[in-house]
């Protein structure tokens, strides 16, 4: 194998140039300039993220993604947890599981030289993917097997046509429920509900997009007389903080939308009210314009085929300790 170098990209071009041998791999996963923009030069709080490209001789082999944090985040993850956002080889390149293998080993070491001791392949905050796509289980399966890498569970994107979605025939309807979006003036009650329920991760995004204008727009209540009792949050293509579940509008174009997370309160689950609220809010997307719907990173397959999603992407959850 000839020699491997690699260099931290430091600068935008750098960084595109990994990014545009991604999308060469991964046609059905191509990242718009635009995320790139969002999920890596404006990360969340407390996240680092590097990027790291790989060369043989003067051209460009492999390119690798990986974050870790400052400090712990509360209820979420503390500073011994990192990430391998994205790694990605050259399609032509004859000796890729070598180069697979080499830049798989200066991430590793690079975390662990920040004092991480726990890696997840995808599932990192603002993440591109759940895990690793099936479209790389061939080339690249076998070899994070090989590394130490444990096999978690199989995620998944669903997706819908909404056109045709029919809230009388799908979803019972409540009387007392109903469905408000949430914007700066009422950004407390968004907090407040997380902090209570859902205090790890979905908390910790909301309050980072809570700080770019126009990103509280995206989430809505679920509220039970006039209480607060549920959250959901969208993403389109104009929305102003992009949601992973809109990561791939080049392969559906703009007039499809996304949502996830949600969740309901403990104290109000098992009534089929997450169904009503998902309903409603598919009934709002459609009458904006909104064609089809993208539900990512989920193992509910069953739960969201009740409202016609199915299968659109598969991701394996792959973790190692260190």
Not at 89 to 107: F, G, Q, R, T
Not at 120 to 135: E, V, W
């Amino acid at each position: 194998m000839k020699k491997m170098r690699n260099k931290i990209a430091s600068t935008k071009s750098e960084i595109m140039k990994g990014i545009e041998l991604w999308n060469k791999e991964n046609p059905e996963f191509e990242i718009r300039e635009r995320l790139v923009e969002q999920n890596i030069f404006s990360p969340f709080a407390n996240i680092n993220v590097v990027c790291i490209n790989f060369y043989m001789k003067n051209e460009i082999s492999a390119f690798g993604i990986i974050k870790y944090l400052d400090k712990e985040i509360k209820n979420y993850v503390d500073k011994t947890q990192g990430w391998i956002s994205l790694l990605a080889v050259d399609p032509d390149c004859k000796e890729k599981k070598e180069v697979i293998v080499n830049s798989l080993k200066i991430l590793e070491e690079f975390l662990v030289m920040k004092g991480v001791k726990n890696i997840r392949f995808g599932g990192d905050p603002q993440n591109f993917l759940a895990g690793l796509p099936s479209s790389s289980w061939n080339d690249y399966l076998g070899i994070f097997k090989e590394m130490g890498y444990k096999k978690g569970v199989i995620e998944f994107d669903l997706k819908r046509n909404i056109k045709k979605f029919d809230f009388q025939r799908n979803i019972k309807e409540y009387k007392s429920l109903s469905i408000e979006r949430v914007y700066k003036t009422n950004e407390d009650k968004l907090y407040d509900f997380l902090e209570k329920n859902f205090p790890g991760r979905w908390f910790f995004e909301a309050k980072n997009i809570g700080h770019i204008p126009g990103g509280l727009r995206d989430y809505w209540f679920l509220k039970y007389n006039k209480k607060v009792v549920g959250f959901a949050r969208t993403n389109t293509i104009d929305s102003t903080y992009k949601g992973p579940n809109i990561n791939w509008v080049t392969e559906l174009g703009d007039k499809y939308c996304g949502l996830g997370p949600l969740g309901i309160a403990n104290d109000y689950r098992n009534k089929g009210w997450g169904l009503f609220m998902i309903a409603e809010i598919i009934k709002e997307l459609k009458n904006e314009g909104y064609k089809e719907m993208v539900i990512d990173w989920t193992t509910l397959v069953d739960y969201y085929k009740k409202l016609g999603f199915g299968i659109y992407k598969k991701y394996l959850t792959l973790e190692k300790k260190v």
